[in-house]
């Protein structure tokens, strides 16, 4: 069972920055795939940001690709998303979500089955 923790959403204006944290109850995610995605009400659940394999090759959506910036440190079983020029349009519930993964190779958005309880991004003009 992985446990997973977000932190760092908050209200800002448009072109700020904020930097997202998802802790991971596990002793070590190497065997874990980590991406976030994000959720505005009514809409489904969309990728922002995840690794190809295993803490590598991050994958970008389209909407965000040159501001967003994934990464994970294995030391403090951490996935960070740093945000940066937010728009409006950004304004999401974000989560962290996770699966296992025996050979590191990442499976697409359908194949993660562990997410945290979400953390609000809200961006005003």
């Known amino acids: 069972q992985l446990q997973l923790v977000e932190s760092g959403g908050a209200s800002v204006q448009a072109g700020e920055s904020l930097k997202l944290s998802c802790f991971a109850s596990r002793r070590t995610i190497r065997q874990y795939c980590m991406g976030w995605f994000r959720q505005v009400p009514g809409k489904q659940r969309e990728e922002v940001a995840r690794?190809?394999?295993?803490?590598?090759?991050?994958n970008y959506a389209d909407s965000v690709k040159g501001r967003f910036t994934i990464s994970q440190t294995n030391a403090k079983n951490t996935l960070y998303l740093q945000m940066n020029s937010l728009k409006p349009e950004d304004t999401a519930m974000y989560y962290c979500g996770a699966h296992y993964s025996s050979d590191g190779i990442c499976g697409d958005a359908s194949s993660y089955y562990y997410w945290g309880q979400g953390t609000q991004v809200t961006v005003s003009s």
């Open positions: 690794f190809l394999r295993s803490g590598e090759s991050p």
